[in-house]
């Protein structure tokens, strides 16, 4: 019995995949509003009634997809939320991540900031779900300035929460920028300068 339940799982993993991977396709295509559940559905080869029953609600589906993008970012770096990375290696993934965000994530970038943007508004769930993902980024940066400046890779005069929220601006912009005129902005090289400029302001004078 526990092959088959094992089997039917791995059937139910492979066609929630196929939902959300339809979802960020269309989505990036026609946007999050003018994308219905039948279009993603009928796209994944389900029916609508699958679609809500495995997400509950499009914004259900909606959240899933960005929890995706940031499942994949976190397994291309080869991280876990737990990780707790040296300032070089945390510089590193940001740099790497951009790299890899310019060659094949145009889409989900977009998708990312459109819908951040729409959901400015307190009252939402997706405005829950930006905030809350802002302080945890925030939370994170916070935590890995702290370890610097405690393990002597950093000056002990730093301040972490506000480094932390000049870097999670940074890197809202930099992909805000580089999605309004890709021709012009290289995300990877102004990434890379970015780091390598805060590397050296953190070092001891």
Sequence with gaps: MAGVKGQVQKRGVERRRAMVDAAITLFSQ???RGTGVAAIAEKAGVTPSA??????????????VLEEADRRAL??????????????????????????????????????????????????AMHTYFRDRGRALRAHLTTLFTRAAA???????????????EVAAFLEGAHLLWLLDPD??????????????????????
């Design 151 to 165: 393990d002597g890779s950093a000056r002990p005069d730093v301040n972490p929460t506000t480094l932390a929220t």
């Design 184 to 205: 012009e902005v290289d995300l990877a090289a102004v990434h890379r300068g970015y780091f390598e400029g805060l590397t050296a302001r953190l070092r001891h004078h």
């Design 51 to 64: 679609l809500i029953h495995h997400f509950g609600s499009k914004d259900g589906l909606v959240q899933a």
């Design 30 to 32: 026609q946007g999050v």
């Design 75 to 124: 397994a291309r770096l080869s991280a876990t939320p737990t990780s707790e990375p040296t300032l070089t290696e945390a510089f590193d993934w940001f740099v790497r991540d951009a790299e890899h965000t310019a060659a094949a994530e145009r889409e989900l970038t977009a998708l990312h900031t459109t819908l951040t943007a729409e959901n400015l508004t307190p009252g939402t």
